[in-house]
């Protein structure tokens, strides 16, 4: 069972480049969501979705773009890349809002 | 305002030694409260949660916590750390709209 599947797991970007951080969940989840980590404060959600064809913003939805096609894919493109976007960023996914958040290992991405 | 204080964070404990992680809530009602852990590299995962019911809820890797509703307080505690239980903590509540609301994290270190 592999649970939530985040790729790549470690990034280099130069600045003003784009990229699309791939998630992909095999529980049958509605609610999948994208947060990035920065050292102090905790996390912050960046988008989220209620199911296929749904999404919203969260805490910090600037400088990234979603969609969610299918009820297993959620990526998260970047779409000119900035220093400020340096973090470790986690999908996540959850059978209804409100239930048992399970995660991906993260992406470590690093513009420079 | 919801919100999640994690007062500390960084705490040492010596190896054999009992535990206990300060989590603080604010929120209007009651809450539903996590507590996740990350190790090094990895992403989260659940170790307890408390919806209602009985306030003492007990978790994975022999930890438990306790909800205090006067003192606004999510408290996880361990009798006893192992060297394996180095990582740092989040606690996190979900708010009104369904989002997770996260503290800033602990980092638990362990001297042998």
């Known amino acids: 069972n592999a649970g939530v599947t985040q790729t790549p797991k470690f990034q280099v970007l130069k600045t003003g480049q784009s990229m699309t951080l791939q998630c992909a969940q095999d529980?049958?989840?509605?609610?999948m969501s994208w947060y990035r980590q920065d050292p102090g404060m905790g996390l912050r959600l960046i988008h989220y979705?209620?199911?296929?064809?749904?999404?919203d913003q969260g805490e910090v939805p600037n400088g990234y773009n979603v969609s969610r096609s299918t009820t297993e894919d959620f990526p998260l493109r970047l779409l000119s890349a900035a220093p400020s976007q340096t973090s470790v960023y986690f999908c996540?996914?959850?059978?209804?809002?409100?239930?048992?958040?399970?995660f991906g290992q993260g992406t470590r991405l690093t513009v420079v | 305002a919801q919100s999640v204080t994690q007062p500390d964070i960084h705490i040492t404990v010596s190896e054999g030694a009992s535990l206990e992680l300060r989590c603080n809530y604010s929120?209007?009602?009651?809450?539903?409260l996590f507590w996740y852990v990350q190790s090094p590299g990895q992403g989260l995962q659940l170790l307890l949660k408390?919806?209602?019911?009985d306030t003492l809820v007990q978790g994975i890797k022999g930890f438990e916590a306790e909800f205090k509703r006067s003192q606004s307080s999510f408290n996880l505690r361990k009798p006893s750390v192992h060297w394996s239980d180095a990582a740092e903590y989040f606690c996190?509540?979900?708010?009104?709209?369904?989002?997770?609301?996260w503290g800033a994290g602990t980092k638990l270190i362990i001297k042998p």
């Open positions: 408390y919806f209602s019911g």
């Open positions: 979705s209620v199911g296929a064809g749904i999404t």
């Open positions: 929120y209007g009602a009651t809450p539903y």
């Open positions: 996540a996914s959850t059978l209804y809002r409100g239930q048992v958040a399970f």
């Open positions: 996190a509540l979900i708010d009104s709209n369904y989002q997770l609301i």
């Open positions: 529980m049958n989840h509605e609610y």
